[in-house]
């Protein structure tokens, strides 16, 4: 399975970034899981966020979504400091997450389900002709050509059509990051492969992508760069072109970057 990127090398790893974490904590009680995590992410890249279980990764995204509050550092949103107080400050800003549980109702069609909670209301009745429309604007704008009909049932859909339904609907409000949980996770082969181009394409349209993922093949078939996380602290975000799978591993087990001084998470 291979699906093509841009090359690493270009505009995208120099860009300002869209979103900057700089020494992020956060402690529940006593337990301190985030310990002055920094990460970037860039516009028109994808960026794996890597970690064994227990790295802080789930926090760290809730932090960013605005669904807990960080204990201390500076969050940066397209260069200046912003403060993210819940969930709808950071949608105000343009940062979508796409939860495991993608948070589908199986009895709505797609439509109904991308503009779950946002319904477009006109004199006091939903405007089916233009949720429609947009609903297929966005579809089409992410080349998604495995959906017949945007009025098909999300109960009667695949498990790879669910995810793109939901990835579509974190598009579709103007959105500039797209944070993804384990976006291929209890997908087959061919399912994948679809999710992951759409993944790729977020990017080419010059969204930052974060994918959370435990599988470092999907990492390497889309990631420009890896972050690692490692007992709540950030190991390294490398280029994935400057890396490869066997050192990325040590760095998930061991808490260390190979051959660098740096990044020890001891």
Known sequence: MTVEAPEKTGPDHL?????ELRGMQKSFGAVHVLRGVDLVVRPGAVTALVGD???GKSTLIKGIAGIHSFDEGEYLFEGRPVKVHGPKDANELGIEVVYQDLALCDNLDVVHNMFL???????GVMDEDTMEQQARETLDGLSVRTL???RTPVASLSGG?????????AVLWNSKVVILDEPTAALGVAQTEQV???????????????????NLNDVFEVADEVAVLYLGQMVGQIRVA??????VVQAITTGRVPGSDEGSAS
């Open 15 to 19: 860009a300002a970034p869209l979103l």
């Open 53 to 55: 279980n227990g790295a």
């Open 117 to 123: 909670g946002r319904e477009i209301v006109r004199r």
């Open 148 to 150: 017949k009909s945007v």
């Open 161 to 169: 059509q669910r995810q793109t339904v939901a990835i579509a609907r």
């Open 196 to 214: 992951l181009k759409l993944v790729r394409r977020l990017a080419d349209r010059g969204l930052g992508v974060v994918l959370i993922s435990h």
């Open 242 to 247: 400057d890396t490869d799978r066997e050192r």
